[in-house]
């Protein structure tokens, strides 16, 4: 079951790349408009204020890439890692709602599957 949580958590990390992606501009061929808002278009960050969210989608790639990694291990801190991550990605997919709902419905069953650990 660990295991299991793992690779869903490092596919959710990797998944999360888009949204870094889309914000500076990496993946013009992936069908998704450049948009510079948040909040379903109601809050416009602008070119600079996209790219740090974009940043942010990248950090919580890689921290649930990590975190995939401490659960495979077995350390000691995966699971709060692991709450604190999801909690992040939670976060920056409330911003990109109603786009990013099926992030959110992952986030919320790896945080009810860390409830069994």
Same mark, same amino acid.
């Given at each position: 079951?660990?295991? *299991?949580? *793992?690779?869903?958590?490092?596919?959710?990390?990797?998944?999360?790349?888009?949204?870094?992606?889309? =914000?500076?501009?990496?993946?013009?061929? =992936?069908?998704?408009?450049?948009?510079?808002? !948040?909040?379903?278009? #109601? &809050?416009?960050?602008?070119? =600079?204020?996209?790219?740090?969210?974009? !940043?942010?989608?990248?950090?919580?790639?890689?921290?649930?890439? %990590?975190?995939?990694?401490?659960? !495979? &291990?077995?350390?000691?801190?995966?699971?709060?890692?692991? *709450?604190?991550?999801? %909690?992040? =990605?939670?976060?920056?997919?409330?911003?990109?709602?109603?786009?990013? #709902? &099926?992030?959110?419905? /992952?986030?919320? /069953? /790896? &945080?009810?599957?860390?409830?069994?650990?």
């Amino acid at each position: 079951m660990r295991v *299991a949580l *793992a690779m869903l958590m490092a596919i959710h990390g990797i998944a999360h790349t888009a949204g870094f992606a889309e =914000s500076w501009r990496l993946a013009p061929a =992936s069908g998704v408009p450049y948009r510079t808002t !948040v909040f379903g278009g #109601r &809050l416009d960050l602008g070119d =600079s204020g996209i790219r740090t969210i974009g !940043v942010l989608w990248l950090g919580v790639a890689i921290a649930f890439l %990590c975190v995939a990694a401490a659960t !495979v &291990l077995d350390t000691w801190w995966w699971r709060p890692a692991a *709450a604190a991550t999801a %909690c992040a =990605s939670i976060a920056l997919t409330f911003l990109e709602l109603p786009q990013a #709902r &099926l992030g959110t419905l /992952i986030n919320v /069953i /790896i &945080l009810a599957l860390l409830l069994l650990f």
